[in-house]
């Protein structure tokens, strides 16, 4: 157990790491376990941190379990492998947790992976980017500009940050790239709304989805950085009409059914804001008054504060 540090925590207050320091607070022990016990995928690796979870030939899904008390990656991630590369998802809340995934990529493919995708700048996901790094491994580290900024002026310690990401590769903003990993090609898809700037890493054959975190799942999301609107565009364009399996930035793995009830309850979300906004009821009045329908199932949320901060960014859209 590694409870976060106040001091850890402050310098957080806005990341999910945060969102879900105070969430790991409240959430009942049942809905922990759940968590924790629900693999999708055959699971390769078990740490306090997370599960590694085998979801399809050379691809894995970490599935992290900040909720158990251990915050070194928080953020879900992932490796894809192809014959010529292999490609690492996130940079993780902790430089161990970058290294534990890079030597899980190495055992599991014989490779230290070559490339790293950064699908926003949010510290769980990138603070232990230095951890892919050694004196022999240098893997190109893919990011867009806005991602690479942000990293670089808002998470800390700012050198670290600095030297980490400072020979991104930048992703296009504005169009689907690939990375080539040999007999396999990564579709990286630039997005936004969680944040100014996210992007996915998308499978077609087997449909395979990193979300990053414009997927949470059975986990209210931190709008802290959103733009709703923007955020339930590129949610509704992540789904595919086939059988998929996406791998959400926070929560247990996800099939369609999964991800549906996820964008219904973002729609519930947008009702009542939208409802409250045209009544003139405050955000925080409005966040404390909220409540989600029993039909959308269970989702961790203990601090009514998330709902308010959820109302007060479709608030600043809806100002007119
Ligand atoms: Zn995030």
Known sequence: MEPISRREFLGQSGSCAAHLALASVAMPHALRATWARRPLGAVVAREPFGNLEKVADGVWALISTPIGGSNVTVSNGGIIAG???VLAIEGFNQTQGAQWLAGQARELTGRWPTHIALTHYHSDHANGLMGYLSPSDHPMI???????DLVIERNKPAEAMRTAIAGA???SPTAPSTIDLGGRTVRVVPRN???DSDVSLELDDPSIVFCGDLFWNAMFPNFVDATPTKLMSSVRALRRAKETLYVPGHGPLG???????YVSMLEEVERAARKAHAAGTPAADAGAGFSLPA????WALFNKVFYQRAFEAWYKELKV
């Open 142 to 148: 893919r990011a867009t500009a806005r991602t690479r």
């Open 295 to 298: 039909s959308l199932g269970e």
């Open 83 to 85: 014959k010529s590369g």
């Open 169 to 171: 590769v930048v992703i």
């Open 255 to 261: 099939h369609p059914t999964e991800y549906d009830r």
């Open 193 to 195: 709304g969680h944040t």
